[in-house]
């Protein structure tokens, strides 16, 4: 007979309070390649690509965000910055760590990060700005430095925010798009006893599921084991950089 584990299924996923870290950091490390430094002595997690361009870091901290990626290309001067508060569902940053750490990542279309909020019934204006329909997430995206950067918040009062998102000039569209795309997924997220604890009844609805303790333990091997499939796919090549016109020829007097 097989054990069974009550599992809280919270809507909306945005409020559902942040899960369980291992969900990015065990993914990236084990499914992705992603390699860690190791300080017994400090409470943080600092995770490399495998291609050295990408710094994930995880840093508790009472007044900072907690989450903090940056990406540096030489290559193709690309620069770009993404950090997450401590409240942030495990399921948002994750998405956007799987397009990141995605097979021909590089390669990838660009996509409209406002595409899925549309499809869900999210208020988008032509401004950039944009807001779920119970009010609780407003986003925008404004200019600085000659660049669009991006901001989200969540709530659960107008002056009672529960997360913030920011994404940088330079940060790629499908970037952006992921994080949008699981942002407005109605699919509820999963929560342990413990993770409940402190959420906000009065703006979530919360049921209880009976599952195996075997099905709930696999949840996150599973995952990095989709996740170190992709890694065996051939990813398309990348876009060649433009080529320069060879110089004109001399002309001789």
Excluded: C
Aim: charged share 20%; proline share 12%.
């Amino acid at each position: 007979m097989s054990i069974k584990v009550e599992q809280a299924l919270i809507a909306p996923r945005y409020l559902a309070g942040p899960g369980d870290p291992a969900w990015v950091t065990a993914a990236l490390h084990e499914g992705s390649g992603w390699s860690h430094g190791h300080d017994p002595l400090m409470p943080r997690v600092i995770l490399t690509s495998p291609d050295q361009k990408t710094l994930l870091r995880l840093e508790p901290d009472l007044n900072e965000p907690w989450w903090h990626l940056s990406h540096r290309d030489g290559r193709t001067g690309s620069v770009w910055n993404a950090s997450f508060g401590g409240g942030t569902p495990v399921e948002l940053i994750a998405a956007v760590t799987d397009a990141l750490s995605a097979p021909g990542y590089n390669a990838r279309q660009v996509a409209d990060p406002y595409r899925p909020l549309r499809r869900a019934g999210w208020d988008a204006v032509p401004n950039g700005q944009f807001r779920s329909p119970d009010g609780r997430v407003t986003g925008e995206r404004f200019n600085f430095s000659g660049s669009s950067n991006w901001r989200i918040t969540a709530t659960l009062d107008p002056d009672d925010p529960v997360w913030h998102a920011w994404f940088s000039g330079g940060t790629p569209a499908v970037i952006v798009a992921a994080f949008t795309l699981a942002l407005a997924d109605p699919e509820p997220a999963r929560r342990s006893h413990e993770q409940t604890i402190g959420l906000s009844r009065r703006r979530i609805t919360l049921h209880w599921q009976e599952q195996s303790a075997e099905s709930v333990a696999r949840a996150l091997p599973e995952r990095i084991e989709r996740l170190a499939a992709r890694r065996t796919i051939t990813p398309p090549p990348s876009p060649p950089p433009p080529s320069t016109p060879p110089p004109a020829p001399r002309r001789n007097r």
